[in-house]
């Protein structure tokens, strides 16, 4: 069937023109200092709580060293954003709801570590139960943004599966946390 004249067709609703160049970069770079800042003040919420209360805590049989946690969070930020990256930049008509996932995702992942580290020394074990639900909270924020992201870039989508996989992980290791403290 022919569109009427004027019609937009399928395609051209789909897709949006792609941001030049420097657009893309500005965006990326943007995207990534998003990322990091959150990185940033969850690090800042850890900081005196790793060495403190945490260093004495009942921790799961396989939590892995404190050492691994940096960098396998940097891998996973800059996944994050590139991922975001992939999906701004192809202009579809899902890319605002997919982008708005990835913001209330980002939003509850800055939310756990002050709650998680930052709140058991003022309220005890109920901030780590606290951190359990905003945890499992971030697990379903993921996989809904994983959901919206693969349609429009599926790199994009296969680069959150691991950050899923990770917060799965954590969330165990919240648990004990929660239970044996």
Do not use: C
Not at 9 to 16: D, G, L, S, V
Not at 33 to 55: D, F, M, P, Q
Not at 140 to 155: D, E, K, M, N, Q
């Amino acid at each position: 069937m022919q569109p009427h004249p004027g019609q937009l067709t399928h395609p051209q609703i789909k897709r949006a023109e792609r941001p030049g160049a420097g657009r893309q970069i500005a965006a990326l770079v943007a995207l990534l200092a998003a990322s990091y800042l959150v990185a940033g003040l969850g690090a800042l919420a850890t900081a005196g709580n790793v060495e403190g209360w945490y260093i004495t805590a009942d921790k799961a049989p396989w939590t892995p060293p404190n050492s691994v946690f940096g960098p396998v969070w940097t891998l996973l930020y800059t996944a994050m954003a590139v991922a975001a990256w992939l999906v701004w930049r192809k202009r579809t008509s899902g890319t605002r709801r997919a982008l708005t996932a990835y913001g209330v995702q980002l939003a509850l992942n800055l939310a756990w570590t002050p709650v998680f580290f930052g709140l058991y020394p003022a309220i005890g074990t109920a901030a780590l139960w606290l951190a359990l639900v905003i945890i499992l909270a971030l697990i379903a924020a993921v996989a809904v943004t994983v959901l919206y992201f693969g349609p429009i870039s599926r790199t994009a989508g296969l680069l959150l599966l691991p950050y899923v996989s990770w917060l799965v992980f954590a969330a165990a290791l919240n648990w004990w946390a929660a239970v044996h403290n």
